[in-house]
């Protein structure tokens, strides 16, 4: 199906494991990004690309590692999970000839017991 | 840093009230600002993206507002249906970088039948 996917939609792992959220669109957008959405602080930019191999910081960063060897990829994983980082998870992607109008995946709820 | 202030934070109306979602944002060299809905445990839909150049944007019931020039955004909801009843976020992008949105905490409608 065209669009952007997630998986899993949800998941429950517990403290110092890691984790990788899986991220997957159609459309060969340029740009993808990662965030995490929380009671409180709403939706804040853990990572982004503009490009495969071409990766940046946002916001809120630490404890968290992307990788984009191809376009339409761009898993997020978490080396040793942490109870704070229990939260939902959002996949988004945009391109230059759309204004950069953002597209977001469903979400990954993760949960770290 | 850009900083996104959406009024109010929660709103309650009874089923056909016209009504009007605030977002204001700090730094206005901005390229384009997009309104998205989110219902509730989904993830974000893109309702209307508006250019830094232009002042309105329709899309059916939904017609959004931007004054750049003194950081403001406001979304009019015609003749509100109980299916509108979701949050409402507005995220500028900037001018510069990798054009990464900040987001507003959110509007959470409620229209009752």
């Known amino acids: 199906d065209a669009g952007i996917t997630q998986s899993p939609r949800y998941k429950i792992t517990e403290t110092g494991r890691q984790v990788t959220l899986m991220c997957h669109q159609t459309w060969s957008h340029s740009y993808m990004f990662w965030y995490r959405q929380d009671l409180g602080h709403g939706l804040r930019l853990i990572y982004y690309?503009?490009?495969?191999?071409?990766?940046d910081k946002g916001e809120v960063p630490d404890g968290y590692v992307v990788s984009r060897s191809k376009t339409e990829n761009f898993p997020l994983t978490l080396e040793s999970a942490t109870r704070s980082q229990t939260s939902v998870y959002f996949c988004?992607?945009?391109?230059?000839?759309?204004?950069?109008?953002?597209?977001f995946g469903p979400g990954t709820r993760l949960t770290v017991t | 840093k850009q900083e996104v202030t959406q009024i109010p934070a929660a709103l309650s109306v009874p089923e056909g009230e016209n009504l009007v979602l605030n977002c204001s944002f700090t730094?206005?060299?901005?390229?384009?600002l997009q309104w998205f809905r989110q219902d509730p445990g989904k993830g974000l839909t893109s309702l209307l993206l508006i250019q830094s150049s232009q002042r309105e944007q329709t899309s059916g019931r939904l017609n959004a507002s931007l004054d750049k020039s003194s950081g403001r955004s406001t979304l009019y909801i015609a003749a509100s249906q109980p299916g509108d009843s979701a949050t409402y976020l507005c995220?500028?992008?900037?001018?510069?970088?990798?054009?990464?949105?900040?987001f507003g905490k959110g509007t959470m409608l409620l229209v009752s039948p």
């Open positions: 730094d206005s060299a901005i390229y384009n």
């Open positions: 995220a500028p992008r900037p001018n510069s970088g990798y054009s990464t949105l900040t």
């Open positions: 988004a992607s945009s391109e230059f000839l759309s204004s950069y109008e953002q597209y």
């Open positions: 690309s503009a490009a495969a191999d071409i990766t």
